[in-house]
């Protein structure tokens, strides 16, 4: 059983920075692939960013390729995710996501979620 708990969220204007940390239990943690996902109001869930297990291979789709880095620190059992020039689409609420199973490029069965944090970018 993994348990996820993330931090790090709040209102930021839009050009500004965030960093969200995840933070998880157990021993386990670099057997686990880590994703962050975000789902806006009345938008489907979606990912923004998964890491593998070494920390070794990451993905982000185009939507925040070159504003978002992902990074994973396997002593700590935290995964963060450091988000640059945001935007107002970037208002959401950010979710990790722990997960054993590669699907394909990026993609992972994600087993374990946190309840998410919120981020608000302002115009």
């Known amino acids: 059983q993994v348990q996820l708990v993330e931090s790090g969220g709040g209102l930021v204007q839009a050009g500004g920075s965030l960093r969200l940390s995840c933070a998880a239990s157990?021993?386990?943690?670099?057997?686990?692939?880590m994703g962050w996902f975000r789902q806006a109001p009345g938008k489907e869930r979606e990912l923004v960013a998964s890491i593998s297990g070494s920390g070794g291979s990451t993905y982000y789709p185009n939507s925040v390729k070159g504003r978002f880095t992902i990074s994973r620190d396997n002593a700590k059992n935290t995964v963060y995710l450091q988000m640059n020039s945001l935007k107002p689409e970037d208002t959401a609420v950010y979710y990790c996501?722990?997960?054993?199973?590669?699907?394909?490029?990026?993609?992972?069965?994600?087993?374990?979620w946190g309840k998410g944090t919120l981020v608000t970018v302002s115009s």
């Open positions: 996501a722990a997960g054993l199973t590669y699907l394909s490029t990026g993609d992972y069965g994600m087993d374990y």
């Open positions: 157990g021993r386990t943690f670099s057997r686990y692939a």
